[in-house]
């Protein structure tokens, strides 16, 4: 053990140490990456679908329905029968 060294001052120094340290808070920021990403994407598929009529189902969408419904009638007859 150091006698030169007086244990307040290396007490003063370590909390002076830990006031410097920043503290981040990792959740928040992925959070707020995923919202901004999500909402930079919304911005472009509004923009992409500006002259396309809505109204009509993409390939996509039209196979999830597929999808959808007949799981909910393979639900149904299994239940039911």
Do not use: C, H, W
Request: hydrophobic share 30%; proline share 1%.
């Amino acid at each position: 053990m150091k006698s030169s060294e007086d244990p307040l001052k290396s007490l003063n120094k370590r909390q002076e140490n830990m006031k410097e340290k920043k503290t981040r808070n990792n959740f928040r920021d992925m959070l707020g990456d995923y919202y901004l990403t999500n909402r930079k994407i919304s911005k472009e598929t509004e923009e992409a679908n500006k002259g396309r009529d809505t109204s009509r189902l993409t390939k996509n969408e039209k196979l999830y329905l597929t999808v959808i419904v007949v799981g909910l009638i393979l639900i149904g007859i299994k239940y039911l029968l």
